[in-house]
């Protein structure tokens, strides 16, 4: 690789993954920050997940530590930040890569508790650890955050709370952007489209009861590029990109890593 992240530090969360056959975009996007020089803190909620990210990372002669917590709680938020501050002296890169959308449905049959939790976790696992990284990168006047969205957020999408959810997504992830451009902080999202990742294949496939090969072909053939579905290594070449100097005069953008399935509104 050529170092498009020496000498960084990057925090990914939810740089664990769902069981699935595939790999997820949180552990790819950890995996190509730590081979690209960067010493990655792999955050997520489920600590034996993460430390398997980081032993991936290692056994390629990366380096890399887990971090058990949970990005909707403040507390967790304000200590990985404090930990990963007080260990490295800074913070170049924060990606927030947690999103649920379990229980959804439409606007006439969604369970209260269900939106509830779905807007919760998708929203707050952003603004948190973005609220207590955002002194960090002041102070140092400058640094990268990179926020997974999704284009259910501007496409049309049966999954009501979800879509909401990435939506309020992107216009977070504007104002950050805009509020903090004079510090030198830059900030994007990602919008991925249909992706073969465990957890929109396990998942999906277990709540319709539909074989998986069944579920890749129906969504393969939505998918205007080659009719096939990205991978995670689509959306972590993309947040690379985000995170390097390359894009250094990039900020307040939503990037649609969709095949082209965007380019059809309208």
Known sequence: MSGRLAG?????????????????????TAILFAREGARVVAVDRDGASAEETVALIRGEGGHA?????DATNEDDCRRLI???????????????NVGIGTGDTGPAHLDEAAWDRILAVNLKSAVLPCKHVLPVMRAQEGGSIVNISSVAAVCSAPIVAYKTSKAGLNAYTQALAIDNAKYGIRANVIMPGLMNTPMAIEGISRALGMPKEELIRRRDAQVPLRARMGSAWDVAHAALFL?????????????PVDGGQSARIG
């Open 8 to 28: 960084k530090v990057a925090v990914v969360v939810g740089a664990g993954q769902t069981p699935g056959d595939t790999i997820g975009n949180g552990r790819a």
């Open 65 to 69: 530590e887990a971090l058990e917590a």
């Open 82 to 96: 404090d930990h990963t501050a007080g260990r490295h002296g800074r913070i170049d890169v924060l990606h927030n």
């Open 243 to 255: 995170a390097s100097d390359e894009a250094g005069f990039i900020t307040g953008v939503a990037l």
